[in-house]
């Protein structure tokens, strides 16, 4: 942890419950590697105090600070101004100061991206499907908007839900091969998905022996397909487990986590952040 002084500059995450939050093992790690006078913290604020915070943070000089459930739509009109993204996600992440207010971004979309782009892959040919319609869903599809790929698949249980997340995109600043599926159409999906992302939390403590999809079903992957979940406690989670069984390539949440942190970080400080000491601070906190 960096030494705290009168001149430390305050950054931290916000959310509630916060406790949970892994980023201030990531940041403080960097932060210290670095010898910048700053310090991450985690600030667990309810909903109903979000306008208060946000005006106490501007009154003692908070630089910037992260968010987590569930203020990542809440805060959207506390901000002066908002990046393409975070307007095409509907969420913010990442805020910092500026002269005239407090501004937004989503990183998420970034560090999702990050594994991916390391993939030599046909993407301009490649169906990919998301398990859940949530929020973490709409930064994945702009994502992988971003990446090009072929068309995009969004499955889910509730329909008003999907045909909700659907329309929500018709307006939005990138070109979107999108279409939404009911769950009992993953028969027919999944044979054709060069990448397969569970966006859902079912696989999470304390259910770490579930999959969102049953084995016969990861089974029908075919040869190369990429499983991605954004979980990435436990390693691997029950839906990685079952795709690498079947040869598929697997990839957890752990480098989405640390790749958006490390964006946001270097946002905050308008430096190159150190995001092998991150990851490696987050390996060593998973490990106990």
């Known amino acids: 942890m960096p030494i705290i002084t009168g001149t430390t500059q305050l950054l931290g995450v916000i959310g509630y419950p916060v406790k949970h939050s892994l980023s201030p093992v990531m940041h403080n790690a960097a932060i210290a590697q670095m010898g910048v006078d700053f310090v991450y913290l985690p600030w667990p604020i309810a ?32 901000l002066s101004e908002i990046s393409p993204v975070a307007q095409a996600v509907g969420a913010v992440n990442t805020v910092w100061r500026t002269p005239t207010g407090w501004a937004g971004t989503n990183t998420d979309v970034e560090g999702f991206l990050a594994p991916l782009q390391t993939c ?39 329909l008003d839900k999907l045909q909700a997340f659907q329309t929500s995109w018709q307006d939005d600043p990138w070109p979107v091969n999108l279409s939404v599926h009911d ?54 989670t029950e839906f990685l487990r079952l795709a690498q069984y079947v040869g598929a390539e697997a990839i957890d949440g752990s480098e989405m986590l640390v790749q958006q942190g490390a964006a946001a970080l270097q946002i905050w400080l308008d430096r190159p952040v150190p995001v092998d000491i991150m990851a490696q601070a987050l390996r060593q906190y998973l490990r106990g």
């Open 47 to 78: 909903p109903s105090d979000l306008p208060t915070a946000i005006a106490g943070f501007a009154a003692v000089g908070v630089r910037g600070f992260s968010i987590t459930i569930p203020h990542k739509q809440a805060i959207i009109p506390l």
């Open 120 to 158: 030599d892959r046909p993407w301009n040919q490649t169906l990919a499907v998301i398990l859940g319609a949530g929020g973490a869903a709409r930064a994945v599809v702009a994502g992988l908007a971003q990446l090009g790929c072929a068309k995009i698949c969004v499955v889910g249980r509730n």
């Open 183 to 236: 769950w009992s159409e993953l028969p027919q999906l999944i044979p054709q998905a060069g990448l397969l992302v569970n966006s859902t939390p079912v696989g999470m403590s304390p259910d770490v022996g579930r999959s969102p999809v049953t084995p016969d079903l990861i089974a029908t992957l075919p040869k190369g397909a990429i499983a991605y979940d954004l979980i990435y406690t436990p390693n691997p």
